[in-house]
């Protein structure tokens, strides 16, 4: 939330040649840049004859976030790099603020590492995430998975590949489950099986026909081998 608010320059000074620009947020009084703990954002780099930041430097909070690369006109621009009060860190070139391109990103919280497109900070396009749950390729459209994807979950050694919808497995899908070798072709929707499919087991058996919320439901054929 505290990202999302708009920042305005407050004071400046000069150290050693740096500049050193306080940061408001447009609801705050104004304060004294050596109150340091009060001020929304400090910047330290290089800076145009107006104070605002233009070129080299970094942007930061006490609470942790912090902003680093080159700027133009108050905005990260060119290879860069952002990380957030929870360490969540956002690597790659920047257009005015926002990551757009090739880029990378780490998210602390669930300790998963992305690489591929990006669009305004948000993945979209192709790209890969490994994370605890295991390691996925494919499309991404606002920050999500979108399209056509494969997973390989880490602990069962899983694999799905398929269309999804919003993170979730959603249209034409393959599921193989590892250990049993079992597999289910077909439907999905919200995350289930859902629509025809055909389900088969290792032993040779198999349904194929309707499911309803990942249970055999409707018309279908069961075939034992």
């Known amino acids: 939330e505290e990202e999302n608010m ?3 320059p407050n004071e400046s000074k000069t150290i050693d040649n ?3 620009i306080s940061y408001i947020n447009e609801e705050e009084k104004t304060r004294n840049i ?3 703990n009060e001020i929304s954002w400090i910047y330290k780099g ?3 004859i107006n104070n605002l930041p233009n ?3 970094v942007k930061y909070t006490q609470n942790g976030s912090k902003q680093e690369g080159y700027w133009k006109d108050d905005h990260l621009t060119g290879w860069s790099q952002s990380i957030d009060s929870q360490g969540n860190l956002l690597m790659g070139p920047f257009v005015y603020g926002s990551l757009t391109g090739k880029g990378i990103k780490y998210s602390f919280i669930n300790n998963s590492f992305y690489k591929g497109d990006f669009v305004d900070n948000k993945r979209e396009g192709k790209g890969e995430e490994i994370s605890n749950e295991g390691k996925f390729s494919g499309n991404f459209y606002n920050d999500k ?3 056509e994807g494969k997973v390989i979950y880490s602990l069962s050694g899983d694999t799905y590949e398929g269309n999804y919808k919003d993170d979730l497995f959603d249209g034409e899908g393959h599921y193989i489950y590892k250990n049993s070798g ?3 072709r077909g439907e999905y929707k919200n995350g289930l099986m859902h629509g025809k499919g055909l389900y088969e087991w290792s032993e040779g058996e198999y349904y194929r026909g309707d499911f309803v919320n990942g249970k055999k439901e409707g018309n279908g054929e069961m075939h034992w081998a």
């Open 18 to 20: 740096t500049i050193i």
């Open 6 to 8: 708009k920042y305005i």
């Open 46 to 48: 290089q800076a145009d």
């Open 145 to 147: 998975k979108n399209g």
């Open 55 to 57: 070129g080299y430097g």
């Open 182 to 184: 079992q597999e289910y």
């Open 34 to 36: 050596e109150d340091i």
